[in-house]
T-cell receptor, first 112, second 112 residues
Framework: EDQVTQSPEALRLQEGESSSLNCSYT??????LFWYRQDPGKGPEFLFT???AGEEKEKERLKATLTKKESFLHITAPKPEDSATYLCAVQYYGGSQGNLIFGKGTKLSVKP | EADIYQTPRYLVIGTGKKITLECSQTMGHDKMYWYQQDPGMELHLIHY???????EKGDLSSESTVSRIRTEHFPLTLESARPSHTSQYLCASSQVIVGEQFFGPGTRLTVL
């Protein structure tokens, strides 16, 4: 069964304490993996696209990486404003063209 | 300003009522989507459109219907609301890459 699993479900960090979020996927053929940030009461905000193993993308304190079975979102020296739920989504070959499979997300809290 | 709008933001209605959730985007995107999201759960695609007069159902079965008469407008209609329809409904749009979606702020629907 095609699925996306994110871990941990929740993560509490102190400001400046670096960590990583995980997104593992089991799909027949990856077309693309996408990271989003979602703040409470708002729609998700697109962050990164990754297409192939070994690819990396960076934006401010965030860096996304991709292997053949999982992706990591590394957060370096986080600040309280990085607190949000981070979602991972996968598009795969053979799936409905409009369809992304979303994970349940990791809720990140960064304390000052 | 390029954006995607949803109205209403919050809606509380009684069982059996007909409702329409509005979604409009000013980015000129061809692709538009409707998702359903329950608290702590993943987004599920219920409808999508790749252009005017084109609509498809997503993987999550839904009793709602959609229309796409204009590029910028993608309303969702429930003919007879039920408590099981209580959820957050998110509208999104994208241009070339399906996974790079811009989301609206969502409509939180409560059916009593």
């Amino acid at each position: 069964e095609d699925q996306v699993t994110q871990s941990p479900e929740a993560l509490r960090l102190q400001e400046g304490e670096s960590s990583s979020l995980n997104c593992s996927y089991t799909v027949s053929g990856l077309r693309g993996l996408f990271w989003y940030r979602q703040d409470p009461g708002k729609g998700p905000e697109f962050l990164f696209t990754l297409y192939s193993a070994g690819e990396e993308k960076e934006k401010e304190r965030l860096k996304a990486t991709l292997t053949k079975k999982e992706s990591f979102l590394h957060i370096t020296a986080p600040k309280p404003e990085d607190s949000a739920t981070y979602l991972c989504a996968v598009q795969y070959y053979g799936g409905s063209q409009g369809n992304l499979i979303f994970g349940k997300g990791t809720k990140l809290s960064v304390k000052p | 300003e390029a954006d995607i709008y949803q109205t209403p933001r919050y809606l509380v209605i009684g069982t059996g009522k007909k409702i329409t959730l509005e979604c409009s985007q000013t980015m000129g995107h061809d692709k538009m989507y409707w998702y359903q999201q329950d608290p702590g759960m993943e987004l599920h695609l219920i409808h999508y459109s790749y252009g005017v007069n084109s609509t498809e159902k997503g993987d999550l079965s839904s009793e709602s219907t959609v229309s796409r008469i204009r590029t910028e407008h993608f309303p969702l209609t429930l003919e007879s609301a039920r408590p099981s329809h209580t959820s957050q409904y998110l509208c999104a749009s994208s241009q070339v890459i399906v996974g790079e979606q811009f989301f609206g702020p969502g409509t939180r629907l409560t059916v009593l």
